[in-house]
């Protein structure tokens, strides 16, 4: 069982910065794919960003790309969402997920855990 606890989501004003956090439990945190995904009362929940297993590997959603960095510390157990220059539409809860397989996937269907979510808003 993998426990994942999200912090940093918050209310900022369009053009502004926040920094969410991910802590993991469990031992193998370094060989999950690490992804944020984010969703609005009644729509699916949609990718914006995973890191594989090996550090390097990242990927984005367009909507996000040159704006949000995904990041992680695995002696920390922890993934990070650098979000930058945040548009009213970045407004979401925004949920952490793991891959056990570490693949680095888009979709929430390969993931096995998710965090509770945490909110993001963004006033124009």
């Known amino acids: 069982q993998v426990q994942l606890i999200e912090f940093g989501g918050g209310l900022v004003q369009a053009g502004g910065s926040l920094r969410l956090s991910c802590v993991a439990s469990g031992r193998a945190f370094s060989a999950y794919g690490m992804g944020w995904f984010r969703q609005t009362p009644g729509k699916e929940r949609d990718f914006v960003a995973v890191i594989g297993w090996n550090e390097g590997r990242t990927d984005y959603a367009d909507s996000v790309k040159d704006r949000f960095t995904i990041s992680r510390d695995n002696a920390k157990n922890t993934v990070y969402l650098q979000m930058n220059s945040l548009k009213p539409e970045d407004t979401a809860v925004y949920y952490c997920?793991?891959?056990?397989?570490?693949?680095?996937?888009?979709?929430?269907?390969?993931?096995?855990?998710w965090g509770q979510g945490t909110q993001v808003t963004v006033s124009s």
């Open positions: 997920a793991a891959d056990l397989l570490g693949r680095g996937a888009r979709s929430p269907d390969e993931y096995n855990y």
